[in-house]
């Protein structure tokens, strides 16, 4: 690697032999993980007997390249042909990957899609019981597609348009803003979380909401 002292920072540096010619090769930053692999993901779920009965697949809407971008519903038994008990009391709102190059974010995605609707799970169990997960895994499919790091397909970092999102240009951020100030309305709306990756810090933290009250401090 090359450093610059004065500014503190550098280049890696490295060489590739290529063991067979004429090959396609990809390098990443990250390990992907592809639009594709989030639709087939969610097809996983729902093709299996026991997990299928929790999610509830729906579109948010339409991305400017006209690629769905997928909005899952879990709780206990949402798709179920008979829903019992009682109506979840909380509505949590979980979102990723409006940074296509994030892809680490897109794996703890996920994570937390497989172990919300684990049926032999008994804290999935409570967590479904209790709450009406909203997820938005993938907030930016048409950055992700065509291999942008941290644009849109209208070179827009979306992350830096949730103040005023524009219907046409931003339609992935217009639509999650407008649902998560209709769950708020509701009244249920307990967490909004946005999973990201970082260049360079290490290891898992959140950043909260500056408010005068401790509730953000002890959510973790």
């Given at each position: ?7 503190n ?9 290529f ?31 026991y ?20 909005y ?8 179920a ?15 990723a ?10 794996w ?7 172990f919300?609707?684990?049926d ?8 479904r ?16 597609i ?28 217009y ?18 979380v946005d ?6 810090k ?9 408010t ?9």
């Open positions: 690697g090359i450093r610059d002292r004065k500014k920072c550098g280049a890696l540096t490295f060489d590739f032999r063991d067979h010619g004429h090959d396609d090769c990809y390098i990443a930053m990250c390990y992907p993980y592809t639009y594709s692999h989030l639709l087939n993901d969610i097809r996983g779920i729902k093709r299996n007997i997990t299928q009965n929790h999610l509830k697949m729906k579109e948010l809407c339409r991305t400017l390249a006209g690629n769905a971008c997928p899952l519903q879990i709780s206990q038994g949402i798709s042909p008979i829903r019992t008990g009682e109506s979840p009391e909380h509505d949590i709102v979980v979102m990957r409006v940074h296509p190059g994030e892809t680490n974010a897109s703890m995605m996920k994570g937390l899609l497989h919300l609707v684990d032999s799970d008994k804290e999935a169990t409570e967590l019981n209790k709450c009406t997960f909203h997820i938005i895994p993938m907030l930016n499919p048409d950055g992700v065509n291999g942008n790091y941290r644009c849109s397909l209208a070179c827009v970092d979306l992350n830096r348009c949730w103040d005023k999102p524009n219907r046409n240009t931003h339609p992935t951020v639509y999650a803003k407008d649902l998560i100030a209709n769950l708020k309305e509701r009244g249920k709306l307990a967490v909004v999973l990201h990756g970082h260049s360079k290490m290891n898992i933290f959140m950043y909260g909401c500056k005068s009250t401790l509730l953000e401090k002890v959510l973790p």
